[in-house]
């Protein structure tokens, strides 16, 4: 097995430390009142990391090995969390039930954001760890500390993968124009006319079309037909239902 | 029997249409008068965010822009030629004008 990083793209590298550090954020904004922001960085996974596996062993889930801390001992966490309070802080049940806590939190972020797996599963100390990808060692550092994260490639190709989905081949996410504004239209054909009968149009004529009163609307965005919907109104503006999309129609 | 096949070379045309040449079409109108066109009616409009259009949902409710009595555009291509309102025609959509642009 080949231990580096370097079968990732660099948008690749920066994507992955986006997905990690986005994970961060959240976390360190519900367990860090400073407001120091995480810097993280992708080091390549060697021997050395293999080793302080076996030795000290990597803290993850005990239902997903996929991601975990390198074991250190709760002084570091210390450091992390009770900035400035270290040596006010008990060394009881408690601070050691926060930390762990503050850990599966961290990994629930990383790994799934879904805080329903925190429930019911413990963190667990592992060392010998088979890796179904190539592993990747985060370091991520808040203030002065520095954390250790290893998770698997398989785990990161998961990640990847659904952000794929939503980014487009030159890796500019859809995030960066989220805020672009996009016009939409409703708008049906009449029947054709006549040169003629155009010129001869006035006031109060009706023109009839070839659209049922029952018939749904299409929306245009830019011209391009992306929904159907039916029209009414809402709070004294005209508004429309979206009923379906333009492909399930079809 | 043979075929003799032979390269056309087309020849150069100069246009000799002066001031004074008499029109080729009398009646304009009854030639464009064949010409079809159609007209498009917008009930509305409205501006979303790239955000919001791609969190539409089936069932979403989007307020357009335009109040309820607002008359409604007609076009021809994108050229406004007026406005009017919605009406039923039998069981069929039609379009009342209320007003032309001149």
């Known amino acids: ?250 | 029997m043979t075929t003799q096949i032979n390269e056309i070379n087309l020849p150069t045309l100069t246009d000799v249409a002066g001031k004074n040449s008499p029109n080729l079409i009398k009646d304009k109108l009854s030639v464009v008068d064949q010409v079809e066109v159609e007209l498009i009616v917008e009930v509305g409009s409205a501006k979303l965010t790239v955000g919001e259009l791609l969190n539409l949902k089936q069932g979403s409710l989007i307020k357009l822009d335009q109040l309820v009595d607002e008359p409604l555009k007609l076009y021809l291509k994108d050229r406004l030629l007026g406005y009017g309102k919605l009406v039923a025609v039998d069981d069929m959509l039609g379009f009342q004008i209320t007003q032309l642009n001149p």
């Not at chain 1, 939190?105 to 790994?111: E, H, P, R, S």
């Open chain 1, 1 to 250: 097995m080949k231990y580096d990083i370097g079968f990732l793209k660099k948008n690749e590298k920066n994507q992955l430390i986006e997905v990690i550090y986005e994970s961060t954020k959240q976390w360190c904004e519900q367990w860090l009142s400073s407001d120091d922001k995480a810097i993280i960085e992708l080091s390549e996974y060697s021997i050395y990391h293999q080793t302080l596996i076996k030795d000290v062993g990597l803290i993850c889930f005990d239902y997903n090995q996929k991601a975990g801390f390198l074991n250190t001992n709760n002084e570091l966490w210390t450091k992390i969390l009770f900035k400035g309070l270290e040596q006010k802080i008990p060394t009881g049940n408690l601070t050691s039930f926060l930390i762990e806590s503050a850990k599966k939190d961290f990994l629930v972020k990383i790994l799934e954001n879904d805080e329903s797996n925190n429930i019911g599963h413990h963190l667990a100390e592992a060392h010998d760890i088979s890796f179904l990808g190539i592993p990747i060692v985060f370091d991520i550092h808040l203030g002065n500390e520095k954390i250790q994260l290893l998770v698997d490639a398989s785990f990161v190709n998961t990640r990847l993968d659904i952000d794929r989905a939503n980014i487009s081949n030159n890796f500019i996410t859809v995030d960066s124009v989220h805020e672009e504004i996009a016009d939409l239209s409703i708008k049906f054909n009449l029947d054709k006319l006549s040169i003629q009968d155009l010129m001869d149009i006035q006031v109060g004529d009706v023109i009839k079309s070839n659209h049922h009163l029952i018939e749904p609307f299409n929306v245009l965005c830019n011209d391009n037909k992306i929904a159907f919907c039916s029209l009414g109104q809402s709070e004294n503006h005209r508004a429309i239902l979206l009923t379906s999309n333009h492909e399930t129609k079809k």
